[in-house]
């Protein structure tokens, strides 16, 4: 069952159109096993993240690239990119019509480039005035206007049939140490401070949420909890998603860098497979 939510999460992001529930049960059911977990792991690509295509089902790809203010050229993809404000600097404007043109001009340049998910906006309020990444955050100190803001950022950046992913969720307040932070949040803290741009994102048919970087630990564990289960009922009531962070993965998994993804990618995808055949659930161990 969680297998089969998983894909139609995937297969609701990759192909949009899918959207009625019987056209992605159908997808599924003509899919091979190996087919399905390539949708739920990751790909070599000249982007930031993708997925693995289904040519024969029509389902593509999805090219994940960062960031949350314009689209990061690699030197293998062609052309410039545009240096747009940072999120800190549309959020200064307190102008949600100056946020909106951001955001179509963002989606549309992401979908001349080619990729379909933009690893952004980014919605942290500035909690840490030392925080490395405030300038990337459209909140700036204040979630009310990080709501605003992100409610219309979110659908022009989709109009373009680009996925807009925001982050990270939730408590990335910190640059330092960033791997191996601990937020401990209040639950009053928590639901009028940090959640309520990344509800109100939700709200405006953001899909797509990217997980912390640090740790987050509310002040019980009955708030981490609430917190997490309510996202996730959330999420499967709309077929909206959690990207996992790629660096607190191998971190956990104790490896050295991201130049171990492949053998990381194929042993996830055979203990997936293993997992599948013995009826059981799997949990990520190093290679």
């Given at each position: 069952m969680?297998l089969f939510?998983?894909?139609?999460v995937?297969?609701?992001?990759a192909v949009?159109a899918?959207?009625?529930?019987?056209r992605?049960?159908s997808?599924?059911?003509?899919?091979?096993?190996?087919?399905?977990?390539?949708?739920?792991?990751?790909?070599?690509?000249?982007?930031t993240?993708a997925t693995?295509?289904v040519?024969?089902l029509?389902?593509p790809?999805?090219?994940?690239n960062d960031?949350?203010?314009?689209?990061?050229?690699?030197?293998?993809l062609?052309?410039?990119?545009?240096?747009?404000?940072?999120g800190l600097?549309?959020?200064?404007?307190?102008?949600?019509k100056?946020?909106?043109a951001?955001?179509?001009a963002?989606?549309e340049?992401?979908?001349?480039?080619?990729?379909?998910?933009q690893?952004?906006?980014?919605l942290?309020v500035a909690?840490?005035?030392?925080?490395?990444?405030n300038?990337?955050y459209?909140?700036g100190?204040?979630?009310?206007?990080?709501?605003?803001?992100?409610?219309?950022?979110?659908p022009?950046i989709q109009?373009h049939?680009?996925?807009?992913?925001v982050?990270?969720f939730i408590?990335?307040?910190?640059?330092?140490?960033r791997?191996?932070?601990?937020?401990?949040?209040?639950?009053?803290?928590?639901?009028e401070?940090?959640?309520?741009?990344?509800?109100?994102?939700?709200?405006?048919g953001?899909?797509?949420?990217?997980?912390?970087l640090?740790d987050?630990?509310?002040?019980t564990a009955?708030v981490?909890?609430?917190?997490?289960?309510?996202f996730?009922?959330a999420?499967?009531?709309?077929?909206?998603a959690?990207?996992t962070?790629?660096l607190?993965?191998l971190?956990?998994?104790g490896?050295?860098?991201?130049?171990?993804a492949?053998?990381?990618?194929?042993?996830l995808?055979?203990?997936?497979?293993?997992?599948?055949?013995?009826?059981?659930?799997v949990a990520?161990?190093?290679?």
């Amino acid at each position: 069952m969680a297998l089969f939510s998983s894909l139609t999460v995937a297969l609701a992001l990759a192909v949009p159109a899918a959207a009625d529930p019987s056209r992605v049960a159908s997808i599924v059911a003509n899919m091979t096993l190996d087919e399905k977990l390539g949708l739920l792991d990751g790909s070599t690509s000249d982007y930031t993240g993708a997925t693995t295509a289904v040519d024969r089902l029509s389902v593509p790809r999805l090219l994940m690239n960062d960031g949350p203010q314009g689209f990061r050229t690699s030197a293998a993809l062609a052309g410039t990119t545009t240096a747009f404000p940072s999120g800190l600097a549309i959020a200064a404007t307190f102008d949600v019509k100056q946020a909106a043109a951001w955001g179509d001009a963002m989606g549309e340049e992401f979908a001349g480039k080619g990729a379909n998910v933009q690893l952004g906006p980014g919605l942290n309020v500035a909690r840490v005035p030392l925080n490395g990444r405030n300038f990337e955050y459209l909140s700036g100190e204040d979630p009310h206007l990080g709501a605003t803001l992100v409610a219309a950022v979110v659908p022009e950046i989709q109009k373009h049939g680009v996925i807009a992913n925001v982050k990270h969720f939730i408590g990335n307040n910190q640059e330092t140490d960033r791997l191996g932070g601990d937020m401990v949040i209040q639950e009053r803290a928590l639901h009028e401070l940090y959640l309520p741009p990344f509800e109100a994102a939700a709200e405006a048919g953001g899909p797509a949420l990217a997980s912390e970087l640090e740790d987050m630990r509310a002040a019980t564990a009955r708030v981490e909890g609430v917190v997490r289960s309510r996202f996730h009922e959330a999420a499967t009531a709309r077929d909206d998603a959690a990207i996992t962070r790629w660096l607190p993965l191998l971190r956990d998994l104790g490896l050295a860098d991201a130049a171990a993804a492949d053998a990381l990618l194929e042993h996830l995808r055979a203990r997936l497979r293993a997992a599948v055949f013995e009826g059981s659930d799997v949990a990520a161990e190093p290679p």
